[in-house]
């Protein structure tokens, strides 16, 4: 392991050392750029930010969607003692907004983003008020179409080890987005504590299609494993989203032995895997496979691992981790090689101090968890009472922890600093678990949250946009992550204050399901009304007897309902009206499987999630290259809408 305190002394203990991140744009699209060229390309990007102003302190937000853009300016801030703030990309007007309020909370950040997503930005920020605070943003920005000179060197600024490296914004949560401040001694101490439990090295090749946004992405699969001299692979998020099978073809290729992906991928690779067969693939280079960033599904893993065995992958190379942007990433490990060691308890009795209640597996109960291994060097873990006091053994309780490798805090964020941490120093990580024979279970979660496709959303965010619909007001809504019992993944419900009938709620429910999706990106599986929305004596929402009841099928019947309403009132489906709608229609049914689309009707009332976009959008940009952005399915959500634009784009 290289001697460094910081990320700028890894960045010159590597600059000499042969080893490249390859990045990958298609099946046989790929740059690579050596450590020496990231390096000199880094301080040249640095001399750009240097003239804008940008000095030793200050916060730059990264806006981008392009791997290689990304890094090389991450890098440029690291080396100028500039400190970078990673803000996704995203595609709806809620991440536009997410830039604007990290923009307001910084104070007076810079900006690298591409003109284009500033020139959206500026549009949205105009339609909801904002203009101010992006004029602002606008005196401080840099583009990165307007970098064509690197050949300047910036002025080197050397940090500290208790200097802020970056700061790392909550990756779904957009109405009130939490920072967490993580200095260079947090990432050095996760670094080490990480490749001593994992046994990163030299030798290993890394692929990863997380994004560089996400801590996973960033931490785990960028800083940690340049760190260790990793020759890493990247690709986009995108690409993932659009061909997934794409992924594990070109582990194969390079003969990876690293890789990750949260529950949602795995579904996703195996979804459009089907019945397709696999022996042409040699996984067998594959040692490690991060599984995190969501709670694991024990079955999926399964699943993942008896479909890929075909293709030499190692049963034991699903490595299930735990962690958190606040520990700077990585928390418990299990011993590299083990097999996957597994619980199954009660899914009722899994409340701080409730002793662990075994079950079997058949039990229509029964929840199994999977072990998430011990604390990594430099880190300890407890599970504690409400009152934040260490419970004994198979006891459910808090997850703590405390190390050098976790934040001191949040961006500026009193209430949620004093929030977070107990009087004796420890950080609340508001997830549940237990430690049974001194391995970590994670059984659930205290704060409020909300897993989809591996990033975190709050409940109030959605629950805000929501109460967007007329009639509904604050309490009377309430946003939940649901996993049903067999399920792998969590759903999205939304639960509504309704005391009229089912046929009065429909129109509601569509436009709430409607203005969920088109702001977030976020598929609502079911939006459900409920007579009576429970609290605490203090007036505090109770998601998880919500989650329960819905869970035990408390709401099927008046769902059922519902759903025959919402099909006997739809219209008889309209008729293609030209080749090009038909074109789109056909399209937008593979891509919306099980689900009927007519011309008229809006995607987002149909349910088109932000990864179903990306779909349609693909084979829209096969038949017309160039033609309609990805964004444009935000302004044209039906399929004649969208066919008109596109032939008044093709006619000009």
Not at 397 to 404: A, K, L, N, P
Request: hydrophobic share 40%; net charge negative.
């Amino acid at each position: 392991m290289i001697k460094a305190a910081t990320l700028t002394e890894v960045l010159e203990a590597n600059r000499a050392f042969p080893r490249s991140i390859t990045y990958h744009e298609g099946e046989s699209e790929s740059r690579s750029v050596s450590a020496a060229e990231l390096y000199e390309r880094a301080l040249g990007i640095l001399h750009h930010l240097q003239r804008i102003g940008a000095r030793r302190g200050d916060k730059l937000i990264l806006f981008l969607g392009d791997n290689e853009q990304f890094i090389d300016v991450f890098w440029a801030a690291i080396l100028g003692g500039i400190v970078p703030v990673p803000v996704a990309l995203g595609i709806s007007d809620e991440h536009r907004h997410k830039v604007l309020r990290i923009a307001r909370r910084l104070g007076s950040p810079f900006l690298y983003t591409e003109r284009r997503s500033l020139e959206r930005i500026g549009a949205f920020a105009d339609q909801v008020g904002e203009r101010p605070t992006f004029d602002s943003l606008r005196a401080r920005t840099f583009l990165v179409d307007d970098l064509d000179d690197i050949s300047r060197a910036g002025t080197l600024q050397r940090a500290e080890p208790d200097d802020v490296a970056f700061i790392q914004f909550s990756s779904g949560s957009t109405a009130a987005p939490k920072g967490v401040v993580l200095t260079h001694r947090n990432i050095i101490a996760n670094w080490r504590g990480s490749t001593e439990a994992a046994g990163f090295n030299e030798n290993d090749v890394s692929l990863s299609w997380m994004p560089l946004t996400h801590d996973m992405g960033l931490i785990g699969f960028h800083l940690i494993m340049f760190a260790n001299r990793v020759h890493s692979h990247l690709m986009p998020t995108e690409l993932f989203i659009r061909r997934p099978l794409l992924w594990l073809t070109l582990a194969a290729r390079i003969r990876a032995t690293l890789l990750c992906s949260p529950n949602f991928g795995y579904k996703h690779y195996l979804k459009v895997l089907g019945d397709r067969p696999v022996e042409g693939l040699d996984l067998s280079a594959v040692r490690l496979i991060f599984n995190g960033a969501e709670p694991i599904s024990v079955e999926l893993c399964d699943e993942f691992l008896t479909r890929l065995a075909p293709a030499r992958l190692d049963r034991n190379a699903m490595y299930p981790v735990y962690g958190l942007a606040e520990a700077s990433l990585a928390v418990s490990f299990p011993p590299v090689g083990a097999p996957l060691k597994t619980i199954t308890l009660n899914r009722h009795r899994l409340n701080p101090g409730d002793p662990v209640e075994p079950v079997a597996a058949e039990d229509a109960n029964a929840l199994r968890l999977v072990s998430e291994g011990k604390a990594i060097p430099y880190t300890r873990v407890r599970i504690a009472g409400d009152d934040d006091q260490e419970l004994p053994e198979d006891r459910i309780g808090h997850v703590h922890m405390t190390g050098e490798n976790v934040t001191r805090g949040y961006f500026e964020d009193p209430a949620a600093n004093a929030a977070a941490f107990t009087a004796d120093g420890w950080l609340r990580t508001g997830d549940l678990g237990l430690r049974h024979g001194g391995d970590l279970y994670i059984s659930g979660r205290a704060k409020e949250i909300i897993f989809v496709n591996g990033q975190n959303y709050y409940p109030h965010d959605l629950e805000a946009i929501a109460q967007r619909a007329p009639g509904l007001e604050l309490g009377k809504v309430v946003a939940a992550g649901v996993r049903l019992p067999r399920e792998k993944t969590e759903q999205l419900v939304v639960f509504v204050l309704h005391r009229g009938g089912a046929a009065d709620f429909l129109a509601l429910a569509t436009q709430v399901a409607r203005l969920i999706n088109e702001q977030t990106g976020l598929e609502v599986a079911e939006v459900s009304p409920v007579t009576r929305i429970p609290k605490t004596t203090s007036g505090k929402i109770q998601r998880h007897l919500l989650e329960e009841s819905y869970a035990d099928g408390e709401f099927a019947a008046v769902l059922a309902e519902i759903a025959a309403l919402r099909a006997a009132q739809r219209a008889p489906g309209q008729r293609a009206r030209s080749e090009l709608e038909e074109q789109l229609k056909t399209i937008c049914d593979a891509a919306l499987e099980g689900k009927r689309v007519d011309v008229n009707d809006n995607l987002f009332e149909v349910g088109a999630s932000s990864l179903k976009l990306i779909e349609i959008h693909e084979q829209i940009d096969r038949l017309y290259p160039g033609q309609i952005d990805l964004t444009e399915l935000f302004d044209f959500p039906t399929i004649a809408e969208l066919a008109r634009h596109l032939e008044s784009k093709l006619a000009t």
